[in-house]
Structures are given as structure tokens and as C-alpha cells.
């Protein structure tokens, strides 16, 4: 009978199957599949059985194997418990992923009575050692459900109306959720029973002081929640090869599977340097639901894995999203990882209303999971299609025992399984877990010594087996029964929204978008993932570009203020204008008697150092996002080092002529002290400190950098830096100390002039001036060059300290300049109404012309006076009154000649 979407359930109850003999490679014949079955349920039959043992022995003269020719006498028949969720119990529907489950485990049991190697090639050969032993199976209903699949086991698993000697089948297959694992594996343990899941992935049924005898054909989550994390990972990577420090929250249930997944993706995640935040609630509790999503929009985590009870993602989804987690206004900003526990989004058929489940809707939109999942085998749908779907034995047998045939037999039609595994490689890897899950049963029970075998001994046989498989090399580990995760294969599935439909449903396409597979070190057992890109992922804006997985971080740049700033270039500003000024009065007032004595090429010299150090206020004040930063270091360094040496030099330089041409006087020597000649210190200072900084700047130059303060947010992201010019190495740490201290050489030059004219006439030293703008730059030093050191991380408060001290140095260096008192001033302002004689000095070479000596012209200097005083007593008061006059202007007469004899 071949199966079709008419087909009832009352035809299939009512079909005789036709006589027909299935031929083995020996030429034995084999009777119909359901013959076993037929067999075990035989009240009739004489059995053998031994304590302890499951397996049942039957004299072979009472079957169609017993006869002369194999000589076989007995055949000893296993029977295999299959207890996985069919039905959704919340839209009470067949769930068509797991039913093809069931549909696997079926195809298997005919292939291991039939030996047939279609799937597992070398099956024939492996079952030569066993040619006695053959399998029944009775499927089961878990509805999802610890509580209704104990009632299965103790109601009709082991209490089963059985006709032969033994109720206890050799072991149990399934089930589905690891809630639903631990219940049976308890019970099971208890009865000496052992039982293979195909996909229940909790690592707490690793433990075998609870669950003795429960094994696996998956891993724990271990390697699903490894997956996730290396494929978050590589999100961060692709990003930015130094964003590795993701931040990911956990909204997981307090249950087995949900603790579970939080340990494994917690310890796999941070082992990549990543952040994890967890948030348990409890099961059917809104208030705790409600508390850890608030923790979870509290933590501004942006990436969310998501492990709620099974079946339970919608209702906590929705709610998140009615809290504000991933909601208006911040939809495009999160990235929801799905957990194991949330595969029936991956059902074919998945959809959600959008009058009750937008939110829900939204936040699955641009989701990930991680699943196991293998290629699809061509050899197992060849076997599906012809041993299975064809043949209507087969289909007769599963049909009679599917645990809801009459949601079924209704739901015919979506009865697809080649067609599911192709649409789907997680949907196909269930199969073949599944397939393999009997298949292991099978081999294990045949390389048994003892016929009639206990579950002990089954199950260590099982966790010894190795095999290939329809999901690779299987391999037990020996300490748990679990696979190991390393013979797996996780593939990454990305969830795209569809618009919604007529029916006011939304659905989503599922992309396969990465293979991930995990590698162990045989040397050290750490584990290293590989993500294998296959399409493009898409988040929840509809772009392949991920999110930040945390809030942008507020950096605190502490640029200086543009108040300060401006307050800096005023500052340089009246610097350089003043200094412009006082050069063009200089050049104005060149010929009067006080600007020569203050030598006017030197004054320029001066002016111009000022305007260097001032103009380096300006570079100063740069910052981001002015490019090329680092030449604006070297500026502002070139700047200050020429302008101040300039400087200092031109002052030195002026009063050391000033001391050669008193030091020649007072041994009555004349000597012709010109410009050139006292320019050395000037041209040799400049000089060395040119040579330095072009060493500098070519060899070791400052660099911008921005100096990271410790100051951190609750992610431990530094948000306060500042920037400065820093020394690129130990060799700019050496030259600029070499320019300091050749600048502080100027300084020093500059004194020594200075102390050495201390003895001069007021009006031809500065020695008070100079001493006066020394102190200022004493004091300048001692309170500004702590008050930088303490303020250097603060650039607002260093760049107006170091604008103040730059103009203060400029004051000091014009104070010697400027006019001394009152006559000075009024001298510089007068006409040149003084009779010039012949006798007037060449104020370029300082050579008076003639002289007059003072004894001859002051009469309180031992002159001759008596004329004076006759003259004045013939003309009385009058005439002493004109005299002293008179006296007074040939005093002022004497002291210019005096002044141009010096210059």
C-alpha cells in the first residue's frame, strides 16, 4: 500500500498486507518488517528469558528462521522504548520536525533487522556476530512534558500489556527536551534500563551518580553555547580587530538547560575576552521575569542571548520588548542569540501573530542560532524514499504505531521527511541523530558476549562503541556517555522577517549563514573554534554591519577651552604687537641720545626673540582634529628655543659692549667696539641651538600622543584622555635637556654681563633692570614650572599657565629697555636743540670726534672759577642767576658728549 494524502485512517487499519519474502545476500529469506513485532505480541509463543536481562529467547522452530539449513535454534528479540515529542501540546498539532524524528527511528530498526548497509555500510558485516538478535519498537508521545512522560513510562512503557515473559524494554530512545531526559533517565536508571537521546544537550545529565545509564549521539551544550560565542566573536573581529571585549547579557530560565547554557557560554565567551552579564528568572513567575529583563536593560548590554524554558520564547520576548528591551527606538541597536532551547522557531511553519506578538516578531527579526547540523546525505534519502516512504509495510507499521495517529492521519499531508531534511540542516541532523541513536542500540547489543545481556552491560557497551554514522564518526566519552563535541558539526542560523501575511501572521526565512566546527589540541585538550562564513548575516537594520555591543563610550577629550584658547592668542597678540611697535619706535628714535644708548640693532634682535617665543603660543593651542600635530610639537619647540636664545643672547651682547668700552676708558685707551664684534654670542648660541633642533627633528622629533587617564565607565572603558607632546624616544629626551641647558647658558651669559657693569653709571647700565627682570623670571620658574609639572594632565590650566610664563618673559626681557625716569623719557621726545659741536660722536663707531675735559667746564670740579665769581659780583644777582643758567646747560652739554664718547 503506498501512502497518500487520501489515505484514512480506517483503510489502514483494514489493509492485509500481501504475502512476500525479503531475499538476504545468502539467499535467507526474512518475513515481513512487522513480523517481530507480530512475534513478541504472540501469547502463544514459548520464550526464554533470563534475571535481569531484557532479552527474550524464542525456539526457532516456531519461526521462519528456524530450519536445517542456517541451524539456528533460537532467535532472541530487543525491544526499544522511543519517547519523543510529537505533538505540541499549546496548538495541540504534530509537530512535523519531530515527528520525522519518530520516522527515522523507524527506517533504522527495519535496516538493523534486515542488516542492511544502505546507510552504515559495514552494518552487514558488524551484524554477522548477532544473527539471532532482532529489534521491535514502540513509539511514544512526550507531549513536551517531564510529569506526562513518567506517566508513559510507568503506565505503558514498563506496565505494557505484554504477552512474553518480560515487560522491560533492552533500552530507551529519546526524549527531546532535557527536562523530559532527566525524568526518564532517573526512572530508567532505577529499572536497570539505559537510554540515548538524540538531542538532549543539558551537561547536568552528565552526571552519573544521578543518571547512571543515560548516554547520547550529541554533545552537551557545551559545544552549541562554544559555537555561539566564537561566532559573536567573529562578529567583534570582523568589526574591528581589536573589539574583542564584547559585552553579552543572558536572559536565561532557572532550569537545567538554561543554567547549563549560561555556564558554557559564560566560561566559552570570557575565555575569548568577552564580557558576559547573566539575569535567571523563574519559571511561570512574571515578577522575576519582569526583574531580569530590567537588570538586562539596566546593564546597557546590546548583544542578548535568550534561553527561556521550551516553547517559551514568544511570551518572554514579547514582554522584553513591552519593557523597552530592543523596543521603539532601539530596535536597530540589539542582537538577539537564540539558545538550544528555542529550536521550534527553526519548524517549518513558524510564525507569529502580529496583533499579540509584534514585539516577540521584532526581536526574533535579524536573531542567531546555533544548532547541530550535518550536509544532507543522499544515501538517507534514497533509503527514506524507497524503504520507508514506498513501502507500504513500513508505513503500515508506523502508522499503527504513531502515539497520535489521529492528529496524524488529519495532518497527512505535511508528512515529509527527505523534504524537511533538505529545507533544513538542523531538521535533518535531528534525523540523523536519531538514526543513529537505534543504530547504536543495534551495534552495542550485538557485540555483546552474553545473549542475554543486562542494561549495565548495554550501556558499556555503548559508551566503548565507534562508528560511522549518518552524523560522522560517533565516539562516546567514556567518563559521561555524551559525544564529544569535536566530532559535531554547528551551523549558525540567521532569522529574516517576511512581511506579514493574509493572515496577519509573520514568518520568517531561515538562512544558513556559517559552519562552525570545533578543533581539540592533542597536546594541551583546549578546544579552538573555526567560523566558516557562508552568506552575508543580517541584523535587525537590515544591514551586514554589527552593532556595538554596549552603549558608545562618552570620551572626555579635555581639549583646552576655546575661552582659554583665546585668551592665549590676545596674550601673543599684545606681544607681538607691542614688540612690533617698540621696533618701529626704535627705528624712529634711533638718532636720540637714549635709544643710543640702548644700541638699536640689539633692541631689534630683542624684539624679534619676543615675537618668536610669543608666535609659539599659537601652535600651542592646536589640538584634534588639526592634523599633523606632531610638526606642530616641533613648531612650538623652534619657536621658543630660537626666540628666547635670540634674546637673551642680544642682551648679553649689548652689555658686553657696554663693559669693553668702560674696561678700554678707564686705562685711557681708545678702541672702536663694533656691532659685529660683540654679535658672537648672538650667531654662536643661535647656532648650536639650530644644529640641536634639526638633529631633533630629524633624528627623534616630538610626537602628539593622547595620554590615557585612569578614569574608566561601569564597562571598564576608559572615557578621559588628553593630549600632549611627548618624547618619541630616550634620544629627544637628551636633546631637548641639551637645548634647555644651552638656553639656561644664555640666561647665565647674560648675568655675568650684567654683574660685571654693576659698577657703571646708571645711565649706561642696566644692571638694576636686568637684575629686576631676573628676579621676575626666578619667580617666574620657581611658581610656574611646578605649577605645569602638577597641571600637565589638565591641558586648559597647562596651555594658560605656559601662555602666562612665555608673555612674562617677554615683559622681562623689554624691561631693561625702556627709559629709567622721567628725563629719560622727556630726552627721548625733545628735539635734538642741543648745539652739536665738532666734537660730536659718530654713534656707529663710538669714537668721539674731540673732547672737552669737565674740569675745564664745571667749576665745582676744580676748574678756574675766579673769573666766574668776579664776573658775578659785578652784576649781582642778576648775573649769578645767568650764570648758573648757564652753567646748568653746559652740565647737560657735558654729559651728552660724555654719553657719545662712550658709544
Not at 224 to 248: E, F, I, P, T
Not at 328 to 336: K, M, N
Not at 717 to 737: M, P
Request: proline share 5%; charged share 15%; hydrophobic share 40%.
Amino acid at each position: 500500500m503506498v501512502f497518500s494524502p487520501r489515505t484514512t485512517f480506517f483503510d489502514i487499519i483494514h489493509y492485509e498486507p500481501e504475502e512476500e519474502e525479503l531475499e538476504l545476500p545468502e539467499g535467507k529469506s526474512l518475513p515481513h518488517f512487522d513480523y517481530y513485532e507480530k512475534l513478541r505480541r504472540n501469547r502463544f509463543i514459548p520464550s526464554v528469558v533470563y534475571e535481569n536481562s531484557s532479552i527474550v529467547g524464542i525456539p526457532a522452530h516456531v519461526t521462519p528462521l528456524g530450519n536445517s539449513k542456517n541451524g539456528m535454534t533460537s532467535i532472541r528479540l530487543a525491544h526499544i522504548a522511543s519517547v519523543m515529542a510529537v505533538t505540541n501540546p499549546i496548538y495541540w498539532r504534530i509537530d512535523p520536525i519531530w515527528n520525522n524524528v519518530q520516522a527515522a527511528a523507524v527506517l533504522a530498526l527495519k535496516h538493523l533487522n534486515e542488516r542492511s548497509g544502505r546507510i552504515i555500510h559495514d552494518l552487514p558485516e558488524r551484524m554477522q556476530a548477532c544473527p539471532d538478535l532482532f529489534f521491535t519498537m514502540d513509539l511514544y508521545d512526550s507531549l513536551f512534558s517531564p510529569i506526562h512522560a513518567a506517566r508513559q513510562f510507568t503506565g505503558r512503557i514498563v506496565n505494557r500489556q505484554h504477552s512474553l515473559a518480560t515487560p522491560l524494554p533492552m533500552a530507551l530512545s529519546g526524549a527531546t527536551r532535557s527536562e523530559v531526559s532527566e525524568t526518564l533517565a532517573t526512572l530508567a536508571g532505577v529499572m536497570g534500563i539505559p537510554q540515548v537521546s538524540p538531542v538532549s544537550s543539558s551537561d547536568s545529565l552528565d552526571n552519573k551518580s544521578v543518571f547512571p545509564l543515560f548516554c547520547r549521539t550529541t554533545s552537551s551544550n557545551q559545544g552549541m553555547a562554544r559555537g555561539l560565542a566564537a561566532l559573536v566573536h567573529n562578529w567583534g573581529s570582523d568589526k574591528d580587530s581589536s573589539n574583542s571585549n564584547l559585552h553579552v547579557a543572558i536572559l536565561y530560565a532557572r532550569n537545567t538547560v538554561g543554567l547549563s547554557h549560561h555556564k558554557h557560554f559564560s566560561n566559552a565567551a570570557r575565555s575569548m575576552g568577552m564580557h558576559v552579564f547573566g539575569a535567571p528568572y523563574e519559571i511561570n513567575n512574571p515578577a522575576s521575569l519582569d526583574k531580569a529583563i530590567q537588570s538586562v536593560i539596566d546593564s546597557g548590554y546590546r548583544y542578548i542571548s535568550l534561553a527561556p524554558e521550551l516553547g517559551g520564547f514568544a511570551g518572554m520576548a514579547q514582554r522584553a520588548y513591552e519593557l523597552g528591551l530592543g523596543g521603539s527606538g532601539q530596535s536597530q541597536e540589539y542582537v538577539f542569540l537564540l539558545s538550544e532551547t528555542n529550536m521550534e522557531i527553526i519548524s517549518a511553519g513558524y510564525a507569529l501573530p502580529q496583533a499579540t506578538h509584534y514585539g516577540a516578531a521584532s526581536l526574533l527579526n535579524g536573531s542567531s542560532m546555533v544548532l547541530v547540523s550535518f550536509p544532507p546525505s543522499q544515501d538517507y534519502q534514497d533509503a527514506m524514499q524507497e524503504d520507508f516512504l514506498d513501502n507500504p509495510h513500513v508505513m503500515d507499521y508506523y502508522i499503527q504505531k504513531h502515539p497520535s495517529q489521529q492528529l496524524f492521519l488529519q495532518e497527512a499531508f505535511s508528512f515529509d521527511p527527505i523534504h524537511d531534511a533538505l529545507r533544513n540542516n538542523f531538521a535533518g541532523a535531528l534525523q540523523y541523530s536519531q538514526y543513529d541513536v537505534i543504530m547504536a542500540l543495534g551495534l552495542a547489543a550485538c557485540q555483546m558476549e552474553d545473549p542475554f545481556f543486562t542494561g549495565q552491560q548495554l550501556f558499556q557497551a555503548i559508551k566503548n562503541l565507534t562508528f560511522t554514522g549518518l552524523t560522522t564518526n560517533i565516539k562516546f566519552m567514556n567518563e559521561t556517555c555524551s559525544r564529544d563535541m569535536t566530532t559535531l558539526q554547528y551551523a549558525a542560523y540567521n532569522f529574516v522577517a517576511k512581511p506579514v501575511d493574509d493572515n496577519g501572521l509573520i514568518r520568517f526565512d531561515t538562512i544558513t549563514n556559517a559552519h562552525i566546527h570545533l578543533y581539540a589540541n592533542t597536546t594541551t585538550g583546549k578546544v579552538h573554534e573555526v567560523v566558516e562564513i557562508l552568506a552575508p548575516y543580517t541584523y535587525r537594520d537590515g544591514t551586514g554591519n554589527p552593532p556595538a555591543s554596549i552603549p558608545p563610550v562618552h570620551m572626555e577629550m579635555n581639549h583646552v577651552s576655546l575661552g582659554v584658547q583665546i585668551l592665549g592668542w590676545i596674550l601673543a597678540a599684545l606681544v607681538i604687537i607691542l614688540a612690533v611697535s617698540l621696533a618701529g619706535w626704535t627705528f624712529l628714535r634711533r638718532n636720540t641720545q637714549v635709544v643710543k644708548q640702548r644700541q638699536p640693532i640689539f633692541l631689534w634682535v630683542c624684539c624679534m626673540g619676543a615675537i618668536l617665543m610669543a608666535a609659539a603660543i599659537i601652535p600651542m593651542s592646536l589640538q584634534e582634529p588639526v592634523e599633523n600635530l606632531d610638526a606642530v610639537c616641533m613648531s612650538t619647540v623652534w619657536l621658543i628655543s630660537v626666540g628666547f636664545s635670540t634674546a637673551f643672547a642680544a642682551l648679553s651682547s649689548k652689555t658686553w659692549r657696554v663693559n669693553t668700552i668702560f674696561r678700554h676708558a678707564q686705562r685711557f685707551r681708545r678702541i672702536q667696539v663694533r656691532n659685529r664684534d660683540v654679535s658672537l654670542p648672538v650667531v654662536v648660541i643661535l647656532v648650536i641651538n639650530l644644529t640641536l633642533l634639526c638633529a631633533m627633528q630629524v633624528a627623534a622629533p616630538l610626537v602628539w600622543e593622547r595620554v590615557v587617564v585612569q578614569n574608566f565607565d561601569r564597562y571598564g572603558r576608559v572615557q578621559e584622555s588628553y593630549g600632549t607632546c611627548s618624547a618619541s624616544s630616550s634620544t629627544t629626551q637628551w636633546l631637548l635637556g641639551s637645548i634647555f641647558f644651552l638656553n639656561f647658558a644664555a640666561v647665565l651669559l647674560s648675568n655675568i654681563q650684567i654683574y660685571l657693569s654693576r659698577n657703571l653709571p646708571d645711565d649706561l647700565s642696566e644692571c638694576k633692570e636686568v637684575a629686576f627682570s631676573m628676579l621676575m623670571l626666578l619667580e617666574v620658574c620657581l611658581v610656574g614650572i611646578p605649577v605645569l609639572a602638577v597641571v600637565h594632565d589638565v591641558p586648559t590650566v597647562r596651555f594658560l599657565i605656559a601662555s602666562l610664563i612665555i608673555f612674562v618673559v617677554c615683559l622681562a626681557i623689554w624691561v631693561p629697555q625702556l627709559p629709567k625716569n622721567q628725563k629719560d623719557r622727556q630726552r627721548v621726545f625733545k628735539a635734538s636743540h642741543v648745539a652739536k659741536s665738532s666734537d660730536a660722536t659718530d654713534y656707529r663707531t663710538g669714537i668721539p670726534s674731540s673732547s672737552v675735559r669737565s674740569s675745564e667746564r664745571n667749576p665745582r670740579n676744580g676748574g678756574d672759577v675766579s673769573s666766574s665769581r668776579t664776573g658775578g659780583a659785578s652784576r649781582g644777582r642778576a648775573g649769578v642767576k645767568e650764570s648758573n643758567k648757564r652753567w646748568q646747560e653746559e652740565k647737560e652739554a657735558e654729559e651728552t658728549e660724555n654719553h657719545e664718547m662712550i658709544l
